[in-house]
Nanobody, 112 residues
């Protein structure tokens, strides 16, 4: 089992920045891919960015150039640096490990 705990969400004005963190615990040695997903009201959950254990990353087209996923294996933590935030980035952001494991989510609200 893997437990994930997100932090760093909040309210920010358009154009601002936030950094989300996700700390993993439990059977961390089984973790290969970690990712961030988001779900806006009335919309399906979507992949924002993912990173493998060796650092290969993938970012959704909607966030390329603005968001950056990174990983600190020594701290068992994955980060999502979000810059130039837009109101359409407002959503609950969820951390994911190996597709199977989910955090509870952290709310990001971007005001216009």
């Amino acid at each position: 089992q893997v437990q994930l705990e997100e932090s760093g969400g909040g309210l920010v004005q358009a154009g601002g920045s936030l950094r989300l963190s996700c700390a993993a615990s439990g059977n961390i040695f089984s973790i290969n891919v970690m990712g961030w997903y988001r779900q806006a009201p009335g919309k399906q959950r979507e992949l924002v960015a993912a990173i493998t254990s060796v650092g290969t990353t993938n970012h959704a087209d909607s966030v390329k150039g603005r968001f950056t996923i990174s990983r600190d294996n020594a701290k068992n933590t994955v980060y999502l640096q979000m810059n130039s935030l837009k109101p359409e980035d407002t959503a609950v952001y969820y951390c994911n490990a190996n597709i199977d494991y989910w955090g509870k989510g952290t709310l990001v609200t971007v005001s216009s």
